[in-house]
Nanobody, 125 residues
Framework: QVQLVESGGGLVQAGGSLRLSCVVS????????MGWFRQAPGAEREFVAT?????????DYVDSVKGRFTISRDNAKSMVYLQMNSLKPEDTAVYYC?????????????????WGQGTQVTVSS
């Protein structure tokens, strides 16, 4: 049984930082892409960042977080991280970790086979 568990969310003032973590169990980790999505109240779940699996690592970000967020992974620990800096109130959402169906990156929800339960990030102005 594949499980993804996120942690690291919380309340932070605008301009602050948070680091989200996600640990994956029940599946070979290093070969598959990983992603972060977020869902604000009343909005659809949207892509935030993705990192490829395998040896040649590539990353991709939604334009609104480029230069502020960094996705990374530690294959030895089966973990993926999202470092979020210069946070803005519009970053407020539930953030979800997702495990890809293949090694390549994807911005699409259908590209991910497994999802975590989400962690709340609230940025106050």
């Amino acid at each position: 049984q594949v499980q993804l568990v996120e942690s690291g969310g919380g309340l932070v003032q605008a301009g602050g930082s948070l680091r989200l973590s996600c640990v994956v169990s029940g599946r070979t980790f290093s070969s598959y892409a990983m992603g972060w999505f977020r869902q604000a109240p009343g909005a659809e779940r949207e892509f935030v960042a993705t990192i490829s699996g395998g040896s040649a690592i590539t990353t991709d970000y939604v334009d609104s977080v480029k230069g502020r967020f960094t996705i990374s992974r530690d294959n030895a620990k089966s973990m993926v991280y999202l470092q979020m800096n210069s946070l803005k109130p519009e970053d407020t959402a539930v953030y979800y970790c997702a495990a890809g169906r293949a090694g390549g990156t994807s911005r699409m929800r259908v590209g991910y086979a497994y999802w975590g339960q989400g962690t709340q990030v609230t940025v106050s102005s």
